[in-house]
């Protein structure tokens, strides 16, 4: 596992509070919203949302299907960030 998948799973347990879950008991292309895979909410994508920007300093303009799509797995966020770090003068 690479090291941003593995700093995002931390991300997401530390800044959303999920003390009953380990970074490792995320499943790297699991869904993080909705009824299946980790279930978090439109609050936790809020929170996320903040923390990310904070840690990686992205840019998340307005939320949109397309910025909803990079916050479907933790695999579609590290390539969301690795497209914004590429991007970046």
Known sequence: M???IRDLKRLIVDALKLEDLSPDEIATDEPLFGDSGLGLDSIDALELGVALR?????????V????????????????FIRSQRTASP
């Open 54 to 62: 904070k840690a990686f300093g992205l840019r998340i303009e307005t």
């Open 2 to 4: 690479d090291e941003l």
């Open 64 to 79: 949109s299907d397309e910025v909803k799509t990079h916050f479907f797995s933790v695999a579609t966020l590290a390539a």
